[in-house]
């Protein structure tokens, strides 16, 4: 890349055509836009403190702008003395406009002074043309990082370090740094700080070496000449003279930012050039300020010395996450064994009981084996220079061979049952590499020296790794698809510290599917050995948090630890209390294999005990379930909480959820889907024959009944039902009649059906004859009804007399009455009785019977003489007057006079003149 010249000043001939401020002369097809702006840029003004004839003694001014019209442009000003028409004050600048992006070649303050830089402009009648000037002519001046590093070193490295961070900050917009300074020490300055920033930081720093006036000068840092009024400008700039000046007027530095620059200020601007070259690698290419090249830098030194400090390896932890996207994979890897490593040691000395800082050898075999040596294998990477961070490393030493040999891990981090044991140093690729799994691994007892070593070499505010820390580096392991062991490595850690701090009370940390296979085994029996009690027992508020852990980690544990801790911890506290806990309710909404060890243990309780249960909190946990192993406690629950109002569908519900747990052998559940104890439940002591009949109706083909059960239906079809109720009872008998649970009644209850089933065509027939045809076809009906069952006996006899009742010709009631069966007749009287007795009786049935009584078919019989007697004699003697009138005239008018004397004789004195009208005497009654 070349750089275009310009050369501007007052003069007489210039590219203008008139005398005045112009460019001289300029290397032709630089843009006009960027020849005003380098115009504006390079304004001068000597100091008022120095005379205007002492042009000698007037500041340089070395001036660069990454942006000048759209391209850097870097100038050097100086003062010229007076102009050709005699006026003082001029000055002549040489420009360098580059053609684009000046990412290679010096730096800017590198061209202090260098020799190309022209003094005077171009004298000559016309415009002259300047040639470009090629990369190889635009040679650096004195201030290299040889001389700029000597510099930097006498002043100490804490001004260094801030004014590193006020520049650095002035980039990002912040206020700029004005150095009261001469020229060639601000220019020093400049060429420090520009070596001590990342390289394309360094081109993004625009200064000037001399500015009279600051608020002019749009760049970064600014030079002021000594005895500079600054107080106005203190405001609105940093400023700061570095032989005067305290430290404590500069902007406060963030943490961050001041641990690289305070490096970069120790190290000097030789080494930092080797910190940056390293460091480049591991770079994303968005890094901007100090503060982002934190974690970058420390990944470096960690990389390449694999020595640890605790800050670093914090810094490295929470950048990988985002890092591992640009990062190589082996590089990554490394880096998450490097922080496994120190993570081991920082455990391993608290457990020796050793303070932090201890000064220690380091352990025998420690992960400066196998992860320094793939650390310093990564192609490209220097073998020798300066930690990343500069400085001396933290808690190293060297190895053969000037290797560092890395934290101190020998020992290993265990759980009680040895199961956890890790090496602190285990070589990449952990059991993959075709050593043993680590859950075989025996644990070797730490020297103390070496625990001591450990804790000297691992800063425990940095290294102790904590869950989020964990579950970030996992995303990380996930990500590089198990290279070198570090899923295994990570997620063995992972799982003993999160079962640790779940058995001891603490909260379930984050954690992703795990991976790595043999893990996954180890912490499925560790899980299963917690909620089986070997290693103590582990209440409910803890399995909730162990088991959302699992989960989360992509665990399923053993469904028979999950039935055994059902059975052995949560029966018993359920049974124990009618309000479960709220962990007990999560554990049972979430695992139903413990729900149904829990319905295991609770169906040992008694009957009783478990029902009262059932009908709570208790059973309401179970309510919902659909595993048949739960299926007493629900059935006990459906029989205690229902509303009643479809006891079918209860019995239905109950059969099936029955069903359910005989399928899996449920403890606890009856040997019949459908058996005495259930119809007792549903119906209560009510076995009339409309419980049996939906009973009947609800029973599929295919559904189990215990034996007993026929004998209840038979019940209900032996015995005769209550009044009303008859049409029921034969509904049960027809339905037995074709019901597949027919074979299994009693021989009582067969003979019942069989024995209606030849009773009830005659009935039919009667009813259908009616009153005309009637009493020719009773003979039938007592026909069929000889030598039958009781019941048929009873149910016939009561739907004869009711359909004799029914009956309106006298003839034909008359006749059937005198030919029935004392039964029927005495049953007949009875309910008549009854319709004539009451508030209301049944003038129209006592008109009829009058009738019947004096008919010719019964005269002379005992029973006409009984009708009236005992059954119409009776209870009209009874009547109120209304009544009798009532029925009166129900009658025949021919029967009127021989009713009236009956009425009389039948009343005496109180019937006397009952019939007659009453005499009107003044509108009342006499």
């Not at 630089?30 to 840029?41: C, N």
């Not at 004839?53 to 001014?61: A, C, G, K, S, Y």
């Not at 007993?708 to 009303?724: L, M, N, Q, R």
């Not at 009658?891 to 009389?904: H, I, V, Y």
Request: proline letters at 8%.
């Amino acid at each position: 890349m070349g750089f275009a010249q310009l050369y501007y000043t007052s003069c007489e001939h210039g590219l203008s055509g008139y005398a005045g401020y112009q460019f001289n002369a300029a290397t032709p097809g630089v843009d006009p836009r960027v020849l005003r702006e380098v115009e504006r840029f390079t304004v001068y003004e000597p100091p008022r403190s120095c005379p205007a004839e002492r042009v000698d003694d007037h500041p340089v001014n070395l001036c660069y702008s990454p942006d000048v019209g759209g391209v850097p442009v870097l100038s050097r000003v100086v003062s010229s003395g007076d102009d050709p028409s005699g006026r003082p004050g001029n000055y002549f600048a040489h420009s360098l406009v580059a053609a684009g992006p000046g990412e290679t070649g010096p730096l800017p303050a590198e061209l202090w002074e260098a020799d190309f830089w022209a003094e005077a402009p171009v004298d000559g009648p016309g415009p002259a043309e300047l040639s470009e000037l090629s990369e190889l002519e635009v040679g650096p001046g004195p201030l290299d990082r040889e001389r700029t590093d000597a510099w930097v070193r006498r002043w100490p490295p804490e001004v260094v370090a801030r004014l590193l961070l006020a520049a650095d900050d002035a980039v990002d917009d912040a206020r700029p740094l004005v150095l009261v300074a001469d020229s060639a020490s601000v220019a020093h300055w400049v060429a420090a700080l520009t070596h001590l920033l990342s390289p394309e930081r360094a081109r993004l720093l625009s200064f000037a070496t001399y500015c009279g006036n600051p608020d002019e000068a749009l760049v970064h840092v600014i030079g002021v000449p000594p005895g500079s009024d600054t107080t106005l400008w203190k405001g609105r700039f940093t400023v700061y003279d570095p032989e005067s000046d305290s430290v404590d007027g500069l902007p406060e530095p963030g943490a961050r930012a001041w641990a690289v620059a305070d490096r970069l200020a120790r190290l000097g601007t030789r080494r930092a050039a080797q910190l940056w070259l390293r460091a480049r690698p591991y770079a994303s290419g968005r890094e901007g300020p100090l503060a982002d090249w934190r974690p970058v830098l420390a990944a470096a030194a960690l990389l390449d010395e694999g020595s640890p400090c605790g800050r670093d390896l914090r810094e490295v932890r929470e950048w990988l996450p985002e890092a591992v996207e640009w990062l190589a994979r082996e590089d990554a890897a490394v880096l998450v064994h490097r922080i496994l490593d120190a993570d081991a040691a920082s455990s391993a000395g608290a457990r020796a009981g050793v303070r932090e800082g201890s000064v220690a050898r380091l352990s025998r075999g420690a992960s400066g084996g196998t992860f320094a040596r793939s650390a310093r294998e990564v192609p490209g990477r220097p073998r020798e220079g300066v930690s990343a961070l500069g400085g001396p490393t933290c808690g190293t030493r060297e190895g053969p061979g000037g290797a560092s040999a890395g934290p101190a891990g020998g020992g290993y981090d265990d759980s009680p049952d040895g199961a956890y044991g890790e090496p602190a140093g285990a070589p990449p690729g952990g059991p993959a590499g075709g050593g043993r799994p680590w859950s075989e691994i025996p644990v070797e007892p730490m020297d103390p020296a070496d625990a001591a070593g450990a804790a000297g070499a691992a800063d425990a505010a940095g290294t102790s790794l904590d869950h989020e820390a964990l579950a970030g580096l996992q995303r990380v392991a996930h990500r590089l698809g198990g290279a070198t062991g570090v899923t295994e490595r990570l997620e063995r850690v992972m799982v003993r510290r999160s079962l640790d701090d779940i058995a001891a009370g603490r909260p379930a940390p984050p954690v992703a599917p795990m991976r790595s296979e043999s893990v996954r085994g180890a912490a499925r029996d560790r899980v299963a050995a917690l909620l089986d009690g070997r290693r103590g027992e582990v209440g409910p508020d803890r399995a909730v948090e162990l088991l959302r852990w699992a989960r989360a980690g992509g665990l399923a544990p053993p469904a028979e630890s999950l039935e055994r801790y059902g059975g052995d911890v949560v029966a018993p506290l359920l049974a124990g209390s009618r309000l479960p806990d709220p962990s007990i309710r999560t554990l049972m909404a979430a695992h139903p294999r413990m729900r149904r060890g829990a319905a295991a243990g609770l169906a040992e309780l008694p009957r009783d005990r478990l029902a009262a249960l059932a009908i709570g909190p208790v059973g309401a946990l179970f309510a919902d379930d659909r595993d048949g192993s739960s299926a007493l406690l629900r059935e006990l629950r459906l029989l205690g909480t229902d509303n009643r109002t479809d006891l079918p569908g209860l019995l239905s519900y109950v059969v099936s959820v029955r069903r359910e747990g005989r399928r899996v052998e449920a403890p606890g559940i009856a040997g019949h889907d459908v058996d005495e104890d259930l119809l007792a439940g549903v119906w209560g002591p009510d076995r009339g024959p409309r419980a049996v009949l939906s009973t009947l109706r609800a029973l599929r083909p295919g559904v189990l009944v215990a034996p007993e059960v026929g004998d209840w239906v038979a019940g209900a079809v032996t015995s005769p039902p209550a009044e009303g109720r008859e049409r029921t009872w034969r509904e049960l008998v027809d339905e037995v009649s074709r019901h597949w649970l027919r074979s299994r009644l009693p021989e009582s209850g067969q003979r019942v059906v069989e024995e209606w089933s030849r009773v009830r065509p005659t009935l039919v027939a009667l009813r259908a004859g009616g009153d005309g045809r009637g009493p020719d076809r009773l003979g039938a009906v007592y026909e069929s009804v000889r030598d039958t069952h009781p019941v048929v006996e009873e149910i016939t006899r009561r739907l004869v007399v009711r359909m004799l009742l029914g009956w309106r010709e006298c003839a034909s009631l008359a006749e059937a009455l005198r030919d029935c069966p004392e039964e029927v007749f005495e049953a007949y009287c009875t309910a008549v009785s009854l319709r004539l007795a009451g508030e209301r009786p049944d003038t129209a049935i006592a008109a009829l019977v009058y009738l019947t009584a004096r008919h010719e078919a019964l005269t002379g019989h005992g029973r006409s003489q009984y009708l009236d007697a005992s059954v119409l004699s009776l209870a009209v003697a009874g009547w109120r007057r209304r009544h009798v009138a009532r029925m009166r005239r129900r009658l025949p008018r021919e029967s009127g006079s021989g009713f009236d004397g009956w009425a009389q004789r039948l009343r005496g004195s109180r019937g006397r003149g009952f019939l007659r009208p009453r005499l009107w005497t003044g509108g009342r009654r006499s």
